[in-house]
């Protein structure tokens, strides 16, 4: 069975930094786009960054230039390197996995950001 183990979320000052990792596991297989996505309070879940097979990346314009995703294929892993953080990027993040066959989720890691 697949599953998506995040860590690395937590609580931090405004203008810290946070790295979030995504690992992939259980025969997961011909994974193409890692990505991750936001939900703050009352909000939707909103994009936030992808990295393709061939680590092309796109990112939100809110986090452009903060925020820098990256992955290690041979781990099946996808991180997101937050930095100069802001109270408005608090949100519960979630890992997203694209795969030739289906779509996965994580099960989300709180992201706090106190003024």
């Known amino acids: 069975q697949v599953q998506l183990v995040e860590s690395g979320g937590g609580l931090v000052q405004a203008g810290g930094s946070l790295r979030l990792s995504c690992a992939a596991s259980?025969?997961?297989?011909?994974?193409?786009?890692m990505g991750w996505y936001g939900q703050g309070p009352g909000k939707q879940r909103e994009f936030v960054a992808l990295?393709?097979?061939?680590?092309?990346?796109k990112y939100a314009g809110s986090v452009e230039g903060r925020f820098t995703i990256s992955r290690d294929n041979a781990k099946n892993t996808v991180y997101l390197q937050m930095n100069s953080l802001k109270p408005e990027d608090t949100a519960v993040y979630y890992c997203?996995?694209?795969?030739?066959?289906?779509?996965?989720w994580g099960q989300g890691t709180q992201v706090t950001v106190s003024s």
């Open positions: 990295i393709t097979t061939s680590s092309t990346t």
């Open positions: 259980g025969g997961i297989f011909s994974i193409n786009t």
């Open positions: 997203n996995v694209i795969t030739s066959r289906a779509t996965y």
